[in-house]
């Protein structure tokens, strides 16, 4: 399928939220809409991820689909 420009961003945080980000970009593409998957880390690389999400409208993008499997500041934490 010939993909136009990306519409939509999908901003995901580790390798490990692709299998659940990776549903919505399928069936992005499954409708025929361009999309941008980007792994950028809110904790580890914030102004990064601010400087991308600023400039999703002027590249064009229409929409951006953040999430996450898991929250990273609490999955190392047990509480004990």
Same mark, same amino acid.
């Given at each position: 399928?010939?993909?136009? =420009?990306p519409? $939509? %961003?999908?901003?995901?945080?580790?390798? #490990?939220?692709?299998?659940?980000?990776?549903?919505? @970009?399928?069936?992005?593409? =499954?409708?025929? $809409? %361009?999309?941008?998957?980007?792994?950028? #880390?809110?904790?580890?690389?914030?102004?990064?991820? @601010?400087?991308?999400?600023?400039?999703?409208?002027?590249?064009?993008?229409?929409?951006a689909?953040?999430?996450?499997?898991?929250?990273?500041?609490?999955?190392?934490?047990?509480?004990?």
């Amino acid at each position: 399928m010939i993909m136009n =420009k990306p519409q $939509v %961003a999908v901003i995901m945080g580790s390798n #490990s939220d692709w299998g659940i980000m990776k549903p919505a @970009v399928d069936m992005l593409e =499954k409708f025929g $809409v %361009a999309c941008e998957a980007r792994l950028i #880390s809110a904790h580890r690389a914030t102004n990064m991820l @601010v400087e991308y999400a600023e400039g999703l409208r002027e590249r064009g993008f229409v929409c951006a689909i953040a999430g996450a499997a898991r929250p990273v500041c609490h999955q190392h934490y047990r509480g004990d």
